[in-house]
T-cell receptor, first 110, second 115 residues
Framework: DAKTTQPPSMDCAEGRAANLPCNHS???????VYWYRQIHSQGPQYIIH???NNETNEMASLIITEDRKSSTLILPHATLRDTAVYYC???????????FGRGTSLIVHP | EAQVTQNPRYLITVTGKKLTVTCSQN?????MSWYRQDPGLGLRQIYY???????DKGDVPEGYKVSRKEKRNFPLILESPSPNQTSLYFC??????????????FGQGTRLTVV
């Protein structure tokens, strides 16, 4: 799997959009970008994934740059319950079980 | 309800006393994996299995064993636990090669303390 780089921490005001960046400059053509989050000692939870097109679901939006070297997870209206560690994972091409880095600790404040 | 069930949720044991943490999934998933999580180190993969009777080492396999005798169960065995295995453990399952474009499901976690 390609290595991903994320900022260790970020904060965001409640009700505002949270934009979490991820760098994956060595991603190969058949690797997808996945995002998971972990809320305080609970099991990680899947959020969204994509290959090269932007994706949106009920939880978030995923914006992948045209060269696929980076992506941004967007939580459009962050709430206090979105406070969690967010993990960006590049996976595919024969590797199907996620391995996690340190992620980004997002704190949403009132 | 689709779920991954780990037992026990909490365990305090003594050094050297063999223990098993069970993991069971009800989604007929092919792939299963064990992770440990320690402060400042994130989630690290211990072992994984891509099918019955097929297991492989992850990043931190030392001191652990696993088995996959049937698809639904993937127990984690600590033959001789040591204090450095005190950690929060997670089991995960996901569908498999043909369906890799989907999510991994995680158990609730097992908090193990070895004294």
């Amino acid at each position: 799997d390609a290595k991903t780089t994320q900022p260790p921490s970020m904060d965001c005001a409640e009700g505002r959009a949270a934009n979490l960046p991820c760098n994956h400059s060595t991603i190969s053509g058949n690797e997808y970008v996945y995002w998971y989050r972990q809320i305080h000692s609970q099991g990680p939870q899947y959020i969204i994934h994509g290959l090269k097109n932007n994706e949106t679901n009920e939880m978030a939006s995923l914006i992948i740059t045209e060269d696929r070297k980076s992506s941004t997870l967007i939580l459009p209206h962050a709430t206090l319950r979105d406070t969690a560690v967010y993990y960006c994972i590049a996976m595919g091409g024969g590797s199907y079980i996620p391995t996690f880095g340190r992620g980004t600790s997002l704190i949403v404040h009132p | 309800e689709a779920q991954v069930t780990q037992n026990p949720r909490y365990l305090i044991t003594v050094t050297g006393k063999k223990l098993t943490v069970t993991c069971s999934q009800n989604m007929n998933h092919e792939y299963m994996s064990w992770y440990r999580q320690d402060p400042g180190l994130g989630l690290r993969q211990i072992y994984y299995s891509m099918n019955v009777e097929v297991t492989d080492k992850g990043d931190v396999p030392e001191g652990y064993k696993v088995s996959r005798k049937e698809k639904r169960n993937f127990p984690l065995i600590l033959e001789s636990p040591s204090p450095n295995q005190t950690s929060l453990y997670f089991c995960a399952s996901l569908p498999g090669r043909g369906d890799y474009l989907t999510e991994a499901f995680f158990g609730q976690g097992t908090r193990l303390t070895v004294v």
